[in-house]
């Protein structure tokens, strides 16, 4: 491993020669490249040189230990030394492991949600409901923004099927885990015999894509427009300002997208070209690796009860993540969207199935 980063250290020191060079600084693509390919490096090579040098106070503070041997006091203090290093080389290691790591590509990017409810009927609606307002929490606690793209509402106050958006640092990289099939285990408001029903919701989770990374033909895409039975006001549902995509692409699975959440019909379209754009990417993805994470199918499934990543159960104040086999209390709390302690702890999971896939040590 560690003959590995030494040849990424040097290249880092190289590309710094590079960036210093006359024929490198007048010339603005090759700036921007070596100075991107630096960035990419550094975090690595600063951990690698940090391990280094505490490397160096390990070996230093092992000789003082050794050599005060008639001296109790020095002897302790230099035993709390080499503890103290030892502990932060096997934490710098552990550092420079993940960042040896492939990162996603798609880390970086805004995400779209989209929830559907699965079986369960009205309860199943007000789940997705619940799952909605979940993540919209959990970005306003982050300071992340959410644009609305379509919502279809089911009659009680629940969500047949809700597309969003939400823009953020990183939202992608936290997000990713999130979709699934997800069960909730409840008493329903409209259970006169008080019994337990057990209801999914489907999430998908998207990373957003720019217009370049896929090849949308103009030929392929049917535009119908409408008018909007949704939010927005009056002037959403008088216009014909809802659009509907319908895209085929050579494939007998059409994709369909609709937005009607604004009153404009151009905007509209911006935004379900936007969906439509994440959705023919997760479907390349997804013929080239089945299990990848940001493939739809491989996250929806059939919405069935028992494909499930997560159990919300209220009787027993509990949410169960199936993937990691953990389970929180707090269920109110994280429905308020304080779920960075599920988001930490599958973060961890990740991270250690990839170590231990990726033959580092």
Not at 114 to 134: P, S, T, V, W
Not at 235 to 260: H, M
Not at 285 to 293: G, H, I, M, P
């Amino acid at each position: 491993m560690f003959d590995k980063i030494a040849s990424v250290e040097q290249r880092y020191e190289a590309l710094g020669e590079l960036l210093a060079q006359p024929e490198v600084t007048s010339n603005l693509a090759l700036l921007q490249q070596y100075a991107r390919e630096q960035r990419e490096l550094e975090a690595v090579v600063m951990a690698y040189r940090s391990y280094k040098q505490t490397s160096v106070a390990v070996e230093e503070a092992h000789t003082l230990f050794n050599e005060s041997a008639d001296d109790a006091e020095m002897r302790e203090l230099a035993q709390e030394e080499l503890s103290t290093k030892r502990a932060q080389l096997e934490q710098l290691e552990a550092q420079i492991k993940l960042l040896l790591l492939p990162q996603d590509p798609n880390d970086s990017k805004d995400v779209i949600f989209e929830i559907r409810q699965g079986e369960g009927g009205d309860e199943a609606a007000l789940f997705a409901a619940d799952l909605y307002r979940m993540y919209l929490r959990f970005a306003e606690l982050r300071n992340w923004k959410v644009e609305l793209q379509n919502a279809v509402d089911n009659g009680p106050g629940g969500f047949k099927e809700v597309v969003f958006e939400i823009s953020g640092e990183g939202a992608y990289s936290v997000l990713k885990y999130e979709g699934g099939v997800h069960r909730v285990q409840r008493v329903p408001a409209t259970e006169a015999r008080g019994r337990i029903h057990t209801s999914t919701a489907t999430v998908a989770v998207l990373p957003e894509v720019e217009p370049t990374a896929v090849e949308i033909k103009h030929e392929d895409v049917r535009t119908d427009v409408f008018r909007s039975g949704g939010h927005g006001g009056q002037g959403v549902n008088t216009t014909d300002s809802a659009v509907r995509l319908v895209y085929k692409g050579g494939t007998p699975e059409e994709i369909v997208v609709t937005c009607q959440d604004g009153r404009s019909q151009i905007k509209n379209r911006e935004k379900a070209m936007t969906v439509l754009r994440a959705k023919v990417y997760a479907r390349e993805q997804a013929k080239k690796d089945r299990e990848l994470s940001s493939s739809r199918l491989a996250q929806v499934g059939t919405g069935e009860r028992a494909e499930k990543i997560r159990t919300y159960n209220f009787p027993q104040d509990r949410v169960t993540d199936h993937r990691i086999g953990q389970s929180f209390s707090n269920l109110p709390g994280l429905l308020d969207g304080n779920l960075a302690k599920i988001i930490d702890a599958l973060v961890v999971h990740d991270n250690a199935e990839r170590l231990r896939d990726s033959g580092i040590n």
